[in-house]
């Protein structure tokens, strides 16, 4: 039994179906890199399995039970969680107190109660990601890759066992990248299953287990990393013409 | 029942006249004038006076009624820039203030006697398709449309109507094209300001007027135009039509009272319906929570001052005695700021609550009536009535669902406002507008020693005062817990709130029940003080706008802010205002809630803060 798994998943806005027929399955400690071009439905996937959007049609399971209907917050509780394309922390708050939210509230019952030793475990969370010196500046002052750093500690301040991870590396410098890639990789051995959603394709593929290629809502590769970015259907998708 | 429906749908034309200035200033400006009837009323004063003096009728009279609301708005106009952020939610509190000054200047100048205009032959009955319907109202109604058409005809086929519309839907967009937004500002609020002034006549041949009868305008305004989108005049048309046919339906079928309580929940009903599809600027406008946030300065200054002046409050009633007079301002102090601390919990998480008379009133009229009738000793009354008023915490949020911003403030009008006209209008209840009176008090100390020292109301002070320790000891308590975190968080972004775990809806319903806790209690107190309770004071607008501007003005960010604002605003009220003129207090509300969003953004210890600061140098 897969630790989570899109059936059917289907959304439309209006006229326009942003995913049709998806079918995925995680598995824990693995990590699954999402690839296809833009408005292909890789957002409009993670909304769906983390509940900011119900699928038009389809199902979402977690450990074998039907979750679909479940608002956001559950799901956060049960292990799924993701960071946003669009970093949207508490602004006026401090790095800790965003991140000790969801130490509070988020993370499965054996997490911390009190709001003290929650900043305490924040700051740790924190200087994983590289954040050590920001730790009680206010939000709204951080630049592009440190609010995507910090969008990471937030989610995996949930206790997440299924962490979705929507473009972090935008605006990483090259060893920036590298940091969170093997944070990403030592959450792994943890036994976290990740689905990443990259552009930065050499960056991933070393890191990544299984490659999902996405284009026009529906899944058109899937496999090896290899074997998936040589496929003659993503090249098409990504580069417009069959390449002889 | 087919006159009712004549009549409403006569009268619904008359309201699309009504909302067209609001939805015009809103649909350009983006300022949601909660003043927009208190304009409307001016026109009617204005229209009034010149049919009995000069015998004008009020069709004639309506460019003239215009201009002085005309005037107004425009000159309102540089006070834009300085409103801030969130610009709706801050533009609503803002124009309440002037709502609020606009009344005291009515009831001043023309006194708060009632006033109708009759013109001869008006309620001559016309057979109109075999249903006989006022003359005068046929007029109106002509009117109304003529206007309407006039209104769509400019908006649609003229250069200037089309530069309106373009900054409604997109301001830079249009700047852009090389339209000047202030311009269109200026022009949009001349126009919408003498819309509602030239309505002014013909609402005062239809109902009775009233310095304080603005707020029925202004809610028809808004139900109007949040139905009927902003740049349409066919849907303002449409929405009013329905509105005045189902008000007419309600009141054949139930009575008069059903006409306003139908209106109130179609608002409810239409906040809840357009609140989830995105529609587009205005709606992401409406839903925007505030900004503020909440500080605990480390300024030893506060500390001292606050203790100092927790001190000072235990002693009062020695310091008092045997000036029960003082011990009464003491104790109705403590009621105000037990009221405007209850106001301050939601707001920590956005609800920015606009009816919280709806739990005072509650507390107030479920202690008398326990005391009164169920014979229940005035404390327990009170613990009940003050549970009861929690429970209705709950029953709002509920109600309230995910509306955020804007949407969530007049949910809470519209609710208050029910309860108003229930009280009212609930008579086997609440004895109507008479009120109930000879509710107990609490126990006096019988005379003897401790008497002498502290007075024999002290029970109603220390009672007060215990109930606002209670609720500072509440709020610190939340500040520092988990909860207080996830309150600033909602605020901050509720999507990403419930990402993190956080169960906004669950949270918005404590926030809600501890706040409608205390305010109950705050209401309790007052109804066994004063030992009567009657709907205008317990329900009363105003009053639901009292603790926010009392917590705004003190400085909701802080902890005892609102108590400050209460104590300083309550006493400058009773001392002062109250003695200057009649409607005194209007003046130093609005004055002080103008003060705070255009010069104070953080009240008055929000200004301390930055002075202490200033001085020390940055830290």
């Known amino acids: 039994m897969a630790l989570c798994e899109a059936i059917g998943l289907t959304r439309r806005f209006g006229g326009n179906a942003a995913l049709q027929d998806v079918t995925l399955g995680f598995e824990p400690a693995t990590i699954v890199a999402l690839i296809g071009p833009n ?48 970093a949207q922390p508490f602004l006026d708050l401090t790095l800790a107190e965003n991140v000790a939210l969801g130490l509070l509230y988020g993370a499965p019952a054996e997490g911390t109660r009190q709001r003290p030793e929650a900043l305490e475990h924040a700051r740790d969370i924190l200087s994983d990601v590289g954040l050590a010196t920001k730790v009680a500046s206010a939000a709204r002052t951080l630049s592009l890759g440190e609010l995507k750093r910090l969008e990471l500690a937030m989610a995996v301040a949930t206790r997440p066992a299924l962490l979705l991870v929507d473009e972090v590396l935008a605006g990483q410098s090259p060893t920036g990248s590298q940091e969170i890639l093997g944070y990403l990789t030592r959450l792994r051995t943890q036994g976290v299953a990740i689905c990443l959603v990259e552009h930065r394709l050499q960056a991933l593929l070393p890191v990544a287990d299984r490659v999902v290629a996405l284009h026009q809502g529906r899944v058109i590769a899937e496999g090896r990393p290899e074997a998936v970015i040589k496929s003659p259907a993503v ?6 013409e069959p390449v002889a | 029942m087919l006159e009712a429906i004549a009549g409403g749908l006569i009268t619904g034309t008359f309201y699309a006249l009504l909302a067209s200035g609001f939805a015009l200033i809103f649909g350009v400006t983006r300022i949601f004038n909660l003043a927009h009837g208190d304009l409307v009323v001016l026109g009617a004063y204005v229209g009034e006076h010149l049919w009995r003096v000069a015998g004008w009728s009020p069709i004639l009279a309506m460019p003239v009624a215009a201009l002085p609301a005309m005037g107004l708005a425009v000159a309102s106009r540089p006070l834009l820039a300085r409103v801030g952020e969130p610009f709706v939610l801050r533009s609503i509190v803002l124009t309440f203030g002037a709502s609020l000054l606009i009344q005291s200047g009515l009831q001043t100048t023309f006194t708060a006697d009632f006033r109708l205009i009759v013109p001869p032959g008006w309620d001559h009955g016309i057979s109109l398709l075999g249903v006989r319907v006022a003359g005068g109202r046929l007029s109106i109604a002509a ?68 310095p304080s009868a603005g707020i029925g305008p202004t809610l028809i305004a808004i139900i109007l135009t949040i139905f009927g989108g902003l740049g349409s005049m066919s849907g303002l048309l449409l929405g009013g039509l329905l509105l005045g046919l189902a008000e007419g339906l309600a009141a054949w079928a139930g009575g008069a009272p059903w006409r306003e309580i139908t209106s109130l929940g179609l608002l409810l009903l239409l906040l809840r319906w357009r609140e989830t599809p995105p529609t587009g600027r205005a709606g992401r406008l409406m839903r925007q929570g505030p900004s503020t946030g909440v500080r605990s300065p480390s300024l030893a200054t506060f500390r001292w001052a606050g203790t100092g002046g927790m001190i000072v409050a235990v002693l009062l009633p020695v310091l008092a005695a045997p000036r029960d007079y003082l011990l009464y301002l003491g104790t109705m102090a403590l009621v105000f700021s037990l009221l405007a601390e209850s106001w301050s919990l939601p707001a920590q998480a956005g609800l920015i609550s606009f009816g919280h008379a709806a739990f005072f009133g509650i507390g107030a009229y479920a202690s008398a009536l326990l005391s009164l009738r169920g014979h229940l000793s005035p404390w327990l009354s009170l613990i009940a009535a003050a549970l009861l008023a929690a429970l209705f915490g709950v029953v709002a949020a509920e109600v309230a669902g995910n509306l955020t911003g804007a ?18 209008h609930w008579t086997g209840v609440t004895e109507g507008a008479w009120g109930l009176v000879g509710i107990p008090g609490l126990p006096r100390l019988p005379a003897g020693g401790l008497a002498h020292l502290v007075g024999t109301r002290a029970t109603d002070y220390y009672a007060a005062l215990l109930l606002l320790a ?24 509720e999507a990403r709130a419930a990402a993190s775990g956080v169960d906004a809806r669950r949270v918005k319903r404590i926030a809600l029940a501890v706040s409608g806790l205390f305010a109950g209690g705050a209401g309790a107190l007052h109804a066994h003080i004063f030992q009567w309770v009657d709907p205008a004071s317990a329900f009363s607008l105003t009053l639901s706008v009292l603790p926010l501007i009392m917590a705004m003005f003190g400085g909701s960010r802080y902890l005892l802010g609102p108590v400050l604002g209460a104590v300083v605003l309550y006493l400058g009220n009773e001392l002062l205002f109250q003695r200057l003129a009649p409607g005194g207090h209007l003046w130093l509300y609005g004055g002080a809630v103008i003060l705070v969003i255009l010069a104070l953004p953080h009240g008055i210890l929000g200004w301390v803060e930055a002075r202490l600061e200033g001085r020390r140098g940055p830290v």
């Open chain 1, 39 to 86: 408005g292909s439905g890789k957002t409009t996937l993670f909304n769906l399995l983390a509940g900011q959007l119900r699928p038009s049609a389809g199902t979402v399971r977690w450990r074998g039970q039907e979750i679909t209907t479940w608002a956001p917050h559950r799901r956060c509780r049960a292990g799924i969680n993701r960071t946003f394309q669009v």
């Open chain 1, 235 to 240: 090249l098409e998708a990504y580069l417009g």
């Open chain 2, 470 to 493: 209670a609720m500072c000891g509440t709020q610190a308590w939340i500040r520092r817990a988990p909860l207080g975190l996830a309150l600033q968080a909602i605020r901050q972004g």
């Open chain 2, 143 to 210: 009117t109304a449309l003529v206007i309407l058409a006039l209104l769509h005809l400019l908006l649609t086929r003229t250069f200037f109507g089309k530069s309106l519309r373009a900054v409604s839907l997109d301001r830079e967009g249009a700047a852009l094209a090389g339209i000047n937004p202030v311009w269109v500002d200026r022009v949009a609020l001349a126009l919408g300001g003498g819309l509602a002034g030239a309505a002014g006549p013909l609402f005062a041949s239809i109902q009775y007027v009233t």
């Open chain 2, 407 to 424: 949407y969530f403030s007049l949910a809470t009008l519209a609710m208050a406002e029910i309860l108003r006209v229930v009280a009212l």
